[in-house]
């Protein structure tokens, strides 16, 4: 039998030997406890865990096409989120047990080692180009597949999905018109591309009336021929039963299969546009195949924290350079590349110029010194750039000890920084906020066959025809509901 504390979350074998240490009071059930960033990822879970049975109740409501692929992505969505949460959950809880057991309290340990900062990654313009036979998209030969793809982004824990695009031979490429933005991610991230893909079957020879496809028939057996099935045909849609050469169609929505994957590292980010290379993960007699060129053009950008945070600020005396005695108080500000000198430290809020900016990049020297030879004087720090064959250096003095020492410590750090994050120091690259995303809207070309069928005779008042149209108006009005609840809550 299990036993969980339903404040902590924690679920613990009666009898095992994990209880008896507890009970013997050689660890305590708090190391077990929730972190709060677990709580978070663990309410993410729950959250994903509800939006997968509402993409169940709506797969299983979809009476049209475009409906049940976008329940099935959604579905298909969902299940990978969990994968991740839940393996991201166990690994925390490993990294938890591991470090908290095997140190005791008066372990001091070595000191913590320097870690870079995150940052935000977007991935924009996406396009993947095809590549059609000559017969299919120049002649215009064979017949006209359609399919419905979409992307699965991944950067760790985080996934995050595109719209879904309907393709054909008439187009040349992919192109995805969303941004995806990752908040959290750090100069050693992986973000893993997933293409997949479903084939829209043409539903007209399956799914038609009888007489649509007593019409086929007649057209291609023969007189004769022709006039006998369309007579069985008509006879057993007048009996009530099902028609012959009509099996009872399967309940059940689309199938996604994986087209190609890739993966993009911190080497890939540029302000720019580049092609990088796809491995295809499925082949020609693979029923979801498509005709793809293997590559993906798009613009990857990254954004530090410390590019557009400040890291350090606080009070200083700036000396010029040349100038012995002229020194000013002014108020300092390490942010990106810079360390910006204000008259006042509200001038930094309110967007005023400052009055002296300093370079700090990765070609800066750095250096902490002391001006013990007069009295009360306070420590110091100098930065020097190199413009040309001229060396510009710039003295700072600061209060205090810990002032000097904070300042050294921001410096260091942003150093560091920089050597991790490389190219996305040199400047800061634009990055746009996605827009929110909406409902699908139902296409009236791309709707199911019953609303694209022409109807030879008007529907009487109270007529059979009466009811099943009302019945799908109701179900069409069900799903769109069920839409637009489903992308509110994203």
Request: overall charge negative; glycine content about 8%; some cysteine.
């Amino acid at each position: 039998m299990f036993s969980r504390n339903h404040r902590s979350r924690v679920t613990v074998a009666r009898g095992s030997a994990l209880e008896m240490e507890f009970k013997r009071g050689r660890f305590r059930l708090s190391l077990f406890s929730d972190l709060p960033e677990d709580t978070e990822l663990q309410r993410k879970l729950d959250h994903e865990i509800r939006m997968r049975e509402g993409a169940c109740k709506l797969l299983a409501a979809c009476s049209q096409r475009e409906q049940a692929l976008e329940a099935t992505k959604s579905l298909l969505v969902c299940n990978s989120r969990i994968l991740s949460y839940m393996g991201e959950l166990q690994r925390r809880k490993e990294a938890q047990v591991l470090g908290k057991t095997s140190r005791r309290p008066s372990d001091s340990g070595p000191p913590a080692e320097r870690s870079p900062c995150r940052g935000r990654v977007c991935i924009s313009d996406l396009r993947i180009p095809l590549m059609w036979k000559d017969t299919e998209y120049f002649k215009n030969k064979g017949d006209l597949h359609r399919w419905a793809v979409f992307l699965l982004l991944q950067l760790g824990e985080h996934i995050q999905d595109t719209e879904m695009i309907l393709v054909d031979r008439t187009l040349t490429d992919i192109s995805f018109q969303s941004n995806v933005l990752f908040a959290e991610a750090g100069p050693d991230f992986e973000l893993r591309l997933e293409l997949y893909g479903a084939c829209v079957e043409e539903e007209g020879a399956l799914t038609g009336g009888p007489k649509r496809l007593a019409t086929k028939l007649s057209s291609s057996l023969g007189r004769s021929s022709g006039r006998r099935v369309r007579a069985s045909l008509d006879s057993a849609g007048g009996s009530g039963s099902s028609p012959i050469l009509l099996p009872t169609p399967v309940v059940g929505g689309p199938r996604y299969h994986l087209l190609a994957h890739t993966t993009l590292t911190l080497a890939a980010v540029q302000d720019g546009f580049r092609t990088h290379d796809l491995t295809l993960a499925s082949h020609e007699e693979n029923p979801a195949w498509l005709p793809l060129y293997g590559s993906v053009c798009c613009r990857l950008a990254a954004q530090p924290l410390c590019m557009t945070q400040p890291t350090a600020s606080g009070t200083l005396r700036v000396q010029q350079a040349g100038e012995m005695q002229n020194w000013a108080q002014v108020h300092g500000v390490l942010k990106g590349t810079n360390l910006f000198c204000y008259r006042q430290p509200e001038d930094a809020d309110t967007g005023e110029e400052p009055l002296l900016t300093i370079a700090v990049n990765k070609e800066t020297r750095v250096r902490a010194g002391e001006l013990d030879q007069a009295l009360g004087r306070p420590f110091t720090l100098s930065i020097s750039n190199q413009y040309g064959d001229d060396e510009v250096t710039h003295t700072l003095q600061t209060e205090s000890r810990e002032a000097l020492q904070s300042w050294m410590e921001a410096l260091w750090q942003l150093f560091f920084d920089m050597s991790q994050w490389k190219q996305c120091c040199d400047e800061i690259m634009k990055i746009e906020t996605p827009a929110p995303r909406k409902p699908p809207q139902a296409l009236a070309k791309q709707g199911s066959l019953y609303h694209e069928m022409v109807l030879s005779e008007p529907v009487a008042p109270g007529g059979p025809g009466e009811g099943l149209l009302l019945q799908d108006n109701a179900i069409s009005t069900e799903i769109q509901a069920l839409l637009s609840s489903y992308y509110s809550d994203r």
